[in-house]
């Protein structure tokens, strides 16, 4: 069974950028079988994608935020990390990152870690 | 981008009783239609994809079924571990991505 682990930086100043990373264990992060998500949760608030990265590398970013988001994926280490710029007190939340097979229900999630932008 | 609205925000019933959540889409969803249960300080559990596919491990009470902007996510009889919060989720366009705003379902 996959695991997840996020890991980066609980507190981030307004106006720079978040960074995470997404380890992965119990599989591999270059099976063409999974597709890899970020997914952000505001205190209290509903759920957001912020974008999916495939093995190959193609990437696929809410239009939202679009501008602001970076996911990119090392094979070599089994990670895959968020890069999130000019970050506001907007972008307070707890970020999971998720692994999704398409039609087969398979879906597992991180624990999820919280940032706070600081102003 | 496909917007989908959850109603009722909150849902309050007992023990035993059947709960019926529903979700619209702001146009139609071919098959990528998801449910996913969240308890606090906890990840999102899938539960329901693909409609009306129960996820590994899910419980059959709980059910999904729909077609085209209209979706509804039945457990049959509550049990205390279902009171949460729970989301719905399309990806027609996959691998893009939208939730619902959730529905709360607490214990009357």
């Known amino acids: 069974q996959l695991q997840l682990q996020e890991s980066g930086p609980g507190l981030v100043k307004s106006s720079e950028t978040l960074s995470l990373t997404c380890t992965v264990s119990g599989g591999s992060i270059s099976s063409s079988n999974y597709y890899w998500d970020w997914i952000r949760q505001p205190p209290g608030k509903g759920l957001e994608w912020i974008g999916t990265?495939?093995?190959?590398?193609?990437?696929y970013y809410n239009p939202s935020l679009k501008s602001r988001v970076t996911i990119s994926i090392d094979t070599s280490r089994n990670q895959f990390s968020l890069r999130l710029s000019s970050v506001t007190a907007a972008d307070t939340a707890v970020y999971y990152c998720?692994?999704?097979?398409?039609?087969?229900?398979?879906?597992?999630w991180g624990r999820g870690t919280l940032v706070t932008v600081s102003t | 981008e496909i917007v989908l609205t959850q109603s009722p925000a909150t849902l309050s019933l007992s023990p035993g009783e059947r709960a019926t959540l529903s979700c619209r889409a702001s146009q139609s969803v071919s098959s990528y239609l998801a449910w996913y249960q969240q308890k606090p300080g906890r990840a999102p559990r899938l539960l329901i994809y693909d409609v009306s596919n129960r996820a590994t491990g899910i419980p059959a009470r709980f059910s999904g079924s729909g077609s085209g902007t209209d979706f509804t996510l039945t457990i049959s009889s509550l049990e205390p571990e279902d009171f949460a919060v729970y989301y719905c989720?399309?990806?027609?366009?996959?691998?893009?991505?939208?939730f619902g705003q959730g529905t709360k379902l607490e214990i009357k």
């Open positions: 998720e692994v999704v097979v398409p039609t087969a229900g398979i879906d597992y």
């Open positions: 990265i495939y093995y190959s590398g193609n990437t």
């Open positions: 989720q399309q990806r027609n366009n996959w691998p893009m991505c939208t």
